[in-house]
């Protein structure tokens, strides 16, 4: 979901490795451990919660989380809570990163100090403020000034408790005078309208002929601010919860007598002084934050043409694809965009199967075929990762979701044996384990991905005719992928595969590493494996499989996913959970407002059907076959003030439901959309309001059955089941080629010089593969003039926007940190300029 600007796309994600805290303080109390997790928010809004960690000051949690941000933010937070015996949680510290700082620790390991958290530093929102300086001449011939202060509305405050019933205290303060008012309480609304507006008399009555228009006296305007603070109406005995202040001094009225803009609101400003750093312990994590902006289509079409017809180019090595991955400092950086690009477009098979078969002709020896991170390797991991999602999870996860929960005892190591645990036992735990994922992969063929076993074709093939002695390397040159890379991965790491929601514990973890060995040696068909292992108890346990019976199975496994003409699997097809977790619904149908109709509900999302029940592994309440689903669109948070709601439109009604935050919000609506993309069906008019005491709140039409008044958001993509953006793809590769541009200039004096040297290779242009100088100068030369035109309509925008943009409208308003540093970076550039 992008944020839509003038003639551009903005796409926000982030990518966060929470590592590990540290030094916690202890628990007030005998045993002085404590049982925490952390989570992920965008400003105060939870979008991501580790597993707890049981007894520990220094908690180990080693969990990824990547999503994509379908909004605007001004911090990324992490807090630590610790819950207690009663299952009740208390904040110990938090971690929060402005976002303007993200860069300073990008994608690099960075240890932060857990600050304190209370009611008082915790803000976010923002106010709409108007004020107006007048004079009033009394009938005695005096003058005095008032200040009309209007409060209009707020957008995105809190909400404390599950509710949020603001108010606004307005309040003129100097050193000598504190003069306050109240605006009403606005009852379940985040976004509240005031429309209020409140006098105060700002000088003494003076002298007309003493004083001329609006020119008081200095002390009175520097002395004086309107100060605005924001509250939540509150039903406890503890009182009102504080939201947010602003303060606004009266000398911003100096220039004119109005005075009117959006404000952040601030921590309030009490003078108290913080506690010591480090007295909370520390945290661990790594972030990678990106911002892509994408122009329209035709912009990118010079640059992406020129990618995609690399599969046709020879040799390969002097493609626009090819050159990206020599250029690109790590090789995962340019496979990523290009195969996302190359899937979108239906072309990932001829590329992959032109640069591997540049790189098997590379290969002098056959046990050492794909073996290196080369663009072929990382390519093809990152189309596996893409295309064989579902695969993994309808192969592996029924017996990986068993082995978390059973936590049968399979420790093989001698030395690593717990008191009361029999070797021979935990070798029989464990290899019944390998046996049944093993068989589980082994018949799984019919179900691999059409596009993974077109490049396994591709790579069985040149590798056969590279080395025509070897008669194993056809299947070694599959497996090395589908085994090495694919399952042993997934197996090892089920998190990262979204195999398990989050990072196993040890005993688990321990487990899923034991397997993962054997399975990717009994899938490897290397010549004598018992040798491959390290350890001389995974030898010992090695012996005990039946070297042949395993060869053979895996050799039609590896006949089957790289053959050429597969048949038809569609009719076999078993229903793939896609996802699933609790939300709140409204009951269907309902007429009247109440909180009575929304309930939460487990719901499941197949490839077949969407249904929902009480709880997990209940049976259905109800379900929407997927070919039912006509549209799946937000819906205004008017309708039933509520954030983060949805809906999915039936033939006869709409399903409205309540995710946990924008971010779970955005996943269920993407993977509805996607699943039900081909229903011929489909809506192309919704109605983003809901149908209530007999009128839809959007339109005001009074027929329940009345045609949408809004197009749909959900357009056909190109690619419908990975849903890639081609244009935010080509933006990606710009960018990486606009980073490594020193680089792609010294690859074109290198083409230049191997075109008129003769001796041997120079030194300094060892690291380029340069088969062909003259086509390899030729496709720089158009790389680097398409990089240029792109490099210039940002620049463009940039100047444009800086022209265009008011500090303190709503999109930027005052206490904008990052846009005061763009403010700051495009004068500095303008002055350069001039």
């Given at each position: ?113 857990l600050q304190h958290v209370d009611a008082d530093s915790e803000v976010q929102g923002k106010?709409?403020?108007e004020m107006r300086l007048s004079e009033v001449i009394t009938d005695t011939g005096v ?306 991905p059409t596009v993974m076993c077109d490049i396994f074709f591709s790579l069985r093939e ?373």
């Amino acid at each position: 979901m992008a944020v839509e600007e003038e003639g551009l796309r903005v796409f926000q994600s982030v990518k966060i490795k929470i590592g590990e805290a540290k030094n916690l303080p202890t628990y007030p109390g005998p045993n002085k451990m404590r049982d925490c997790y952390c989570t992920v928010n965008l400003d105060q809004e939870e979008v991501f919660r580790t597993k707890i960690v049981e007894k520990s000051l220094c908690p180990f949690y080693g969990e990824d989380f990547y999503c994509e941000i379908p909004r605007s933010f001004r911090h990324l937070s992490f807090y630590i809570f610790d819950r207690d015996v009663f299952r009740r949680d208390s904040i110990i510290g938090k971690v929060a990163i402005q976002k303007e700082d993200l860069q300073k620790y990008h994608n690099r390991d960075t240890w932060f100090q857990l600050q304190h958290v209370d009611a008082d530093s915790e803000v976010q929102g923002k106010v709409h403020l108007e004020m107006r300086l007048s004079e009033v001449i009394t009938d005695t011939g005096v003058i005095c000034h008032k200040l009309a202060t209007r409060v209009l509305e707020c957008q995105g405050l809190p909400i404390v408790n599950g509710q949020c019933d603001p108010y606004a205290t307005v309040t003129l303060a100097g050193p000598y005078r504190s003069e306050a008012k109240k605006t009403k309480v606005k009852k379940k609304t985040n976004n509240p309208h005031f429309d209020e507006v409140f006098y105060f008399e700002v000088t003494r009555p003076c002298s007309y002929s003493k004083k001329s228009h609006f020119d008081f006296e200095e002390e009175d305007v520097d002395k004086l601010e309107i100060r605005v603070d924001l509250w939540n109406a509150s039903n406890l005995k503890f009182g009102d919860e504080f939201l947010g202040e602003l303060r606004i001094p009266l000398k911003v009225l100096r220039q004119s007598s109005s005075y009117e803009a959006w404000y952040f609101l601030q921590p309030r400003d009490n003078g108290s002084k913080s506690l010591k750093p480090g007295d909370l312990g520390s945290l661990r994590l790594n972030v990678v934050y990106t911002e892509d902006h994408v122009f329209s289509s035709d912009y990118y079409s010079p640059l992406r043409d020129l990618l995609l017809k690399s599969a046709d180019v020879e040799p390969v090595s002097a493609s626009a694809a090819h050159i990206l991955g020599e250029v690109c400092r790590e090789k995962h950086e340019a496979a990523i965009p290009l195969v996302r690009l190359f899937l979108h477009y239906g072309k990932i098979v001829p590329f992959i199967s032109a640069i591997a078969n540049a790189e098997v002709k590379r290969t002098q020896d056959p046990n050492t075929i794909f073996r290196g991170n080369s663009l072929t390797s990382k390519c093809i991991d990152e189309t596996m990762k893409l295309a064989g999602m579902h695969y993994l999870q309808v192969t592996l996860k029924p017996i990986i979701e068993e082995i978390c929960q059973v936590h049968k005892p399979c420790e093989i190591d001698p030395v690593k044996l717990k008191d009361g645990e029999n070797l021979e036992n935990n070798m029989e735990n464990l290899r019944q384990y390998v046996d049944r994922i093993f068989n589980v992969i082994t018949k799984s063929g019919v179900s691999c991905p059409t596009v993974m076993c077109d490049i396994f074709f591709s790579l069985r093939e040149s590798a056969a005719k590279r080395f025509q002695g070897d008669l194993d390397v056809r299947y070694t040159a599959v497996s090395s992928f589908i085994f090495l890379r694919f399952f042993a991965p997934a197996i090892l790491s089920p998190n990262l595969f979204q195999l398990t929601p989050h990072h196993t514990d040890p005993q688990t973890s321990r487990t899923l590493t034991l397997i993962s060995k054997t399975i990717q040696t009994l899938g490897s068909l290397s010549k004598s494996k018992s040798a491959s292992f390290k350890e001389s108890y995974m030898a010992t346990f090695y012996d005990f499989f039946n070297e042949q019976k395993y060869a053979d199975a895996v050799k039609n496994f590896l006949d089957l996913i790289s053959s050429s003409g597969r048949r038809d699997h569609k009719s076999i097809e078993q229903p793939i959970l896609l996802k699933e977790g609790f939300m709140i619904k409204r009951a269907q149908g309902r007429k009247r407002f109440g909180m009575k109709n929304f309930k939460k509900r487990w719901f499941r999302l197949t490839n077949h059907e969407f249904t929902y029940q009480k709880s997990k592994g209940d049976q259905p309440l109800y379900s929407i076959p997927i070919e039912n689903i006509l549209a799946v669109e937000k819906l205004e948070e008017e309708s039933f003030k509520m954030k983060n709601m949805f809906q999915v439109i039936q033939p006869e009604r709409a399903l409205y439901i309540q995710a946990n935050n924008c971010v779970e919000a955005k996943d269920w609506i993407d993977i509805l959309t996607k699943v039900s993309q081909c229903n011929k069906k489909r809506l192309t008019v919704y109605h983003p309001s809901a149908y209530l005491n007999g009128h839809w709140l959007c339109c005001k039409a009074t027929c329940d059955t009345t045609p949408g008044c809004t197009p749909c958001t959900g357009g056909l993509p190109a690619n419908i089941q990975l849903d890639i953006d081609g244009d935010r793809e080509t933006e990606r590769i710009y960018s990486l080629f606009n980073l490594y541009m020193n680089k792609l200039e010294k690859m074109q004096e290198a083409c230049g010089s191997k075109s008129v040297y003769d001796g041997p290779e120079q030194e300094e242009y060892s690291t380029f593969i340069i088969d062909d100088p003259q086509e390899t100068y030729k496709t720089l030369k158009q790389i680097i003039a398409g990089v240029g035109a792109l490099e210039q309509e940002h620049a463009q925008y940039k100047r444009d926007k800086f022209k265009k943009t008011k500090y303190g409208s709503q999109e930027h308003p005052i206490g904008d940190k990052s846009f005061q540093s763009y403010i700051r970076q495009q004068s500095e550039i303008s002055a350069h300029s001039i």
